[in-house]
Every structure is written in C-alpha cells, then in structure tokens.
C-alpha cells in the first residue's frame, strides 16, 4: 500500500538523512527549502520586518511503501538518539487513499 512520508529537519542534516533514505531503499522523493519556526508568535512580531528569523530548514517527502517506511522509521529513531540538539529529525506517515 503506498503511503506518503513526509520529513523535516534541520538543512544541516539533509546528507544524513538522504544516507537514511538510500538505506531504507527509499529512491524517488522531493525536497523543498524551508524556514522552521518553533513559536509562531515571534516571528510574526518582530521588529525587522525583512529580518530572518527561522532555522533554515528542509522538507523532504515520498510516496512510498510501508516496508520501506519501517525501515526509514527505524533508522531516523536511532539517529535522532545521537543528536545533541533540540530539533530531532521529525517524520510522518499519511495514508493515501487514491492514486494514478
């Protein structure tokens, strides 16, 4: 059953987690750059209104198969344990119900 697994992290961690991606058989996916934030409030209130303030970010997702997804899960679990930081690589999983 095809799934869609969507990733962020850190842009620093992108290598690594594309190392997870190719261990977990994981081949066709997409990336988009993004800006993480972990308190919307602040951001919206700044006083520098061209000034950047979030984590440079990475959003990375795929539509794939469960078996792969385990896998990925597995790996991404014991990376994140490695980690001195509080932005762990974050994942999910959305099922999808129709696709061509």
């Known amino acids: 059953m095809m799934k869609l697994l969507i990733v962020t992290s850190l842009s620093e961690f992108q290598k690594?987690?594309?190392k997870l991606f190719r261990e977990s058989h994981i081949e066709a996916f997409s990336t988009s750059e993004i800006d993480g934030y972990k308190n919307s409030l602040v951001a919206t209130q700044s006083w520098f209104?061209?000034?950047?303030?979030g984590n440079e970010s990475v959003m990375l997702f795929s539509f794939t198969e469960d078996v792969k997804i385990d896998s990925f899960f597995k790996l991404v679990k014991e990376y994140n344990q490695q980690l001195e930081t509080d932005n762990?690589?974050?994942a999910i999983v959305l099922p999808i119900e129709r696709h061509i």
């Not at 209104?49 to 303030?53: D, N, V, W």
């Open 16 to 18: 690594d987690i594309l």
């Open 49 to 53: 209104p061209g000034e950047k303030s």
């Open 88 to 90: 762990p690589v974050r």
